[in-house]
């Protein structure tokens, strides 16, 4: 079975500092990672997605993130958070697509 | 605009009766699917469509229905059997090669 944890409920950063967003996986296979943002009573925006290839991600809005299959990981970086990155973030995995399973969220909140 | 489109973003229900949420692409996508969201707990499937006149039960089908007559459509039922309907409601959808899902801006439904 596919299950995906996000360990940190909650991240408070302060505006202009680096960000970082943890995501751990359980899959069977080669899996297809994504990272989602949520702004509040919207709809979810695909941030990045990782299929194969070069480990590190580039995505919209200045975010990155690795995948590190020893480590089960797809964490989710931003070099310089901006007062607009305050939003819910979820981390995905799944397969061809046709059904994912998504982490609970991380709440961030960023300070001025 | 192409999109997902779910309509009403706010629904009120008494409880004992049905209601039908309503979920509309224009994106030619061959997949579609339910999400419930409930805070802290992060997107639960409730049924997916990979085909017209086709859908199988998510995760959480319990109290749902669903009826995938047209491609265009993928409207979800909130039946009276439904023990905790209160929530977030998103709809997805996902392309031909079905690896990447893209959200609608989510309905929220209230039982009073």
């Known amino acids: 079975a596919q299950s995906v944890t996000q360990p940190d409920i909650h991240i408070t950063v302060s505006e202009g500092a680096s960000l970082e967003l943890r995501c751990n996986y359980s899959?069977?296979?080669?899996?297809?990672l994504f990272w989602y943002v949520q702004s509040p009573g919207q709809g979810l925006q695909l941030l990045l997605k990782y299929f194969s290839g070069d480990t590190l991600v580039q995505g919209i809005k200045g975010f990155e993130a690795e995948f590190k299959r020893s480590q089960s990981s797809f964490n989710l970086r931003k070099p310089s958070v901006h007062w607009s990155d305050a939003a819910e973030y979820f981390c995905?995995?799944?397969?061809?697509?046709?059904?994912?399973?998504f982490g609970a969220g991380t709440t961030v909140t960023v300070r001025a | 605009d192409g999109g997902i489109t779910q309509s009403p973003k706010y629904l009120f229900r008494k409880e004992g009766q049905n209601v039908t949420l309503s979920c509309e692409q224009n994106?030619?996508?061959?997949?579609m699917y339910w999400y419930r969201q409930d805070p802290g707990q992060g997107l639960r499937l409730i049924y997916y469509?990979?085909?017209?006149?086709?859908?199988q039960k998510g995760d959480i089908a319990e109290g749902y229905s669903v009826s995938r007559e047209k491609k265009e459509s993928f409207p979800l039922t909130v039946t009276s059997a439904q023990k905790n309907p209160t929530a977030f409601y998103l709809c997805a959808s996902a392309g031909s090669s079905g690896n990447t899902i893209y959200f609608g801006e989510g309905s929220w439904l209230t039982v009073v």
């Open positions: 899959y069977g296979a080669t899996p297809y």
């Open positions: 994106l030619n996508h061959d997949a």
């Open positions: 995905a995995v799944g397969n061809l697509g046709y059904k994912l399973s």
């Open positions: 469509s990979q085909i017209v006149n086709d859908f």
